[in-house]
């Protein structure tokens, strides 16, 4: 297993004790391409923070590869999310004030990677989504599909063993929402990276391999996609 | 803190990115800190022109003038008139050993000091050779007066600055010429040009200095004298002399020794001390508004600083979670805050540097003038980019500890 949780619970206490997570059990593999299901204020978001140690849990057990991710120091914590972890946001999250390759470069830069090299590297990463062109452009300058190619090419230059979406598609149109999608099932096929996806769009879910639902924090049913059957409004397009 | 071109570039960067913003922040530390320095040259400066003012004077020097009792004594009213005379040089000089020079001045004033079709008024100074102890002559031509021109009472003359250059318009070593003063001609034998403003009836500079024992007789002075100068040997206060002084006069002369305006003792050393206690008070003022200025600036820096990490919260968020630690985004904000306060502050240090070399051309472009010094020493300058360093690190503790608490969580809520 590659990632483990075990009874996980987690209440936010602001003025209301707000339980989110009401004991969690999840197991995931490596190499699989695994989505997150569930209506807003299911705890789907909160889950995905936990798993990509943004955020931390109340009770339980968390292990990636094995190692328990608990009472972690900030620095490890960094460390982690730097090596293991590639994270892919809805609002694509990319620095402003930074070209397309500078963005790509940046989790180097935090692991000391020498300027060449990382350049280098950034590059490559740009060029396997095609966006080599585009590297030397401002986020403001590329379209929410180019942005967030940007953003996946940031997230795999770390080589990471999980790559987290938060709702990846979020801000996309569907045709774009769909490439994205084809792109991330692509690189699980073709790089065996773990892909973690939290939506709420049955059509994007039905682009993994298997859909988590989850439902007051509590994980409902589990199931198998593979063969991409599950969506409800056909297995054709991603429905916005 | 990873040391990389990129991470100057970063800094450069997001200071550029808002130029007003950090030009007018850095206007506040820029203006503390020129401040600061242009006051400390400005006040040293200040200082050595008034030095000037003192220059070739002896520090421990008193001077003792007779002055009428007011006090009634053994019999005696007060308000009764007594002279100095000869003999008390004599008796201070063996009873009060401390003291390393005692000489008396006779003066005239408003003499005409004539050469040729020149002619100049001037005050005669009797002195005896010793006096050159007391105020330090700063001769251009010739000698002072010696030991043996007193001793033969010759008729020879130094004359001071200004009578030199009336009576003498075409310059030149005037030594040897005969000058007419009152009623007698004189041999010029020196030119003091000593510039001092302190003066002992009468300055330097409108002097025409003569042997005592000539003025006396040219003069008909008698026995008695205006005022008797002293100074103490080197250790010794003059002021812990003053009280022994007052009793030798006041038991030769019956007057009550209580009585401190019969004798007039002027003693320098207090002068100078209190102009120190002025100069020490005013760069306790310099500092006081120097530092000030620094510090509002610096409290600028680091609010501004503070909106600034405010509105990067998304960016530090980002940053975080992709795998920056904490102490990445400290080293980051706070080498933002030492680059803003130092950039701004070199600025501060150089104009204040170019403002200061040119008052002290202005100033030492007078004619005549002993030159003065405004400019801040090279270490005071290093100082003062040190302490730019460490205000800089504590403008950014603030904004870079909230930065720090700064969860990567707050990145993707920000949407």
């Known amino acids: 297993m590659l990632i483990e949780l ?84 809805q609002s694509f999250n990319l620095i402003s004030f930074k070209t397309a390759v500078e963005n790509v470069e940046l989790p180097l830069f935090y692991q000391g990677v020498s300027r060449h090299k990382r350049h280098e590297m950034a590059m490559q990463f740009l060029d396997r989504l095609g966006l080599a062109d585009w590297a ?40 774009t929402s769909e490439e994205v999608m084809q792109l991330l099932g ?15 769009e049955s059509g994007v879910a039905n682009c993994t391999d298997k859909i988590v639902h989850i439902k007051d924090g509590i994980i409902g049913n589990i199931e198998d996609n593979r063969e991409h059957r599950a969506s409800v409004f056909g297995t054709s397009t991603i429905m916005k | 803190m990873r040391l990389d071109v990129d991470t100057y570039r970063e800094i450069a960067d997001s200071l550029v990115r808002n130029k007003s913003r950090s030009l007018l922040t850095g206007f506040g530390v820029f203006w503390g800190i020129f401040m600061l320095l242009f006051l400390l040259g400005g006040g040293q ?79 005669i100074k009797g002195v005896y050779a010793d006096y050159c102890m007391i105020e330090e002559p700063r001769l251009k031509y010739g000698r002072y007066i010696n030991e043996a021109d007193v001793a033969q009472e010759r008729k020879v003359c130094v004359i001071g600055k200004r009578i030199y250059t009336s009576i003498f318009p075409d310059g030149g070593d005037p030594c040897g010429s005969m000058i007419k003063v009152g009623p007698v001609f004189y041999q010029v034998i020196g030119v003091d040009y000593s510039s001092g403003n302190i003066s002992i009836n009468g300055s330097a500079d409108e002097s025409v200095v003569i042997p005592l024992p000539v003025v006396q007789k040219v003069y008909h002075d008698g026995d008695n004298i205006e005022l008797i100068c002293v100074t103490g040997r080197s250790g010794i206060k003059i002021s812990s002399l003053e009280d022994r002084i007052r009793q030798i006069m006041a038991r030769k002369h019956n007057y009550d020794p209580t009585d401190k305006d019969a004798l007039f003792v002027m003693n320098t050393e207090q002068i100078f001390s209190i102009m120190d206690n002025l100069f020490t008070g005013l760069n306790f003022l310099i500092l006081l508004v120097g530092l000030g200025t620094i510090l509002a600036g610096v409290i600028g820096v680091s609010n501004i600083m503070m909106v600034t990490v405010k509105e990067r919260t998304t960016e530090i968020g980002i940053r975080r979670a992709i795998g920056a630690t904490p102490r990445d985004i400290l080293s980051q904000i706070i080498m933002e805050s030492i680059s803003l306060t130092l950039v701004a502050g070199s600025f501060g240090i150089v104009f204040a540097v170019l403002l200061l ?38 403008a950014g503790m603030a904004p870079a500890s909230r930065a720090m608490s700064i969860k990567p969580v707050d990145a993707m809520r920000d949407e």
């Open chain 2, 45 to 123: 400066g200040l200082k050595q022109l008034i030095t000037a003012n003192f220059e070739g004077f002896a520090t421990n020097t008193a001077i003792i003038v007779a002055d009428r009792t007011t006090k009634p004594w053994k019999g005696m009213k007060e308000g009764r008139n007594w002279y100095m005379t000869y003999t008390d040089v004599e008796r201070l000089k063996s009873m009060v050993p401390e003291l390393e020079t005692v000489t008396p001045v006779v003066s005239h004033w408003g003499q005409e000091v004539v050469n040729g079709t020149n002619t100049v008024n001037g005050n």
């Open chain 2, 357 to 394: 070399n040119l008052l002290e051309t202005i100033v030492n472009a007078r004619p005549d003038a002993s030159p003065v010094d405004f400019q801040v020493s090279f270490w005071t300058a290093v100082i003062a980019a040190l302490l730019l360093t460490v205000l800089g690190v504590i």
């Open chain 1, 186 to 200: 692509q690189l699980n096929k073709e790089d065996g990276v773990t892909i973690i996806v939290v939506t709420h």
């Open chain 1, 136 to 175: 030397g452009h401002y986020p403001n300058e590329m379209s929410g599909g180019q942005k967030q190619r940007v953003a996946i090419a940031r997230a795999l230059i770390t080589q990471p063993k999980i790559i987290l979406a938060d709702e990846p598609t979020g801000a996309l149109d569907s045709k």
């Open chain 1, 6 to 89: 075990k009874d996980v619970n987690k209440t936010y206490n602001n003025g209301q004790p707000l339980h989110v997570l009401k004991g969690i059990n999840l197991g995931i593999d490596s190499g699989e391409f695994v989505s997150i299901m569930g209506a807003s204020g299911s705890g789907k978001s909160t889950l995905l923070n936990i798993i990509g140690i943004l955020d931390n849990y109340d009770t339980g057990e968390y292990y990636i590869d094995g190692r328990l991710i608990k009472n972690l120091t900030e620095k490890q914590a960094a460390d982690y999310r730097n090596r293991m972890i590639g994270f892919i946001f």
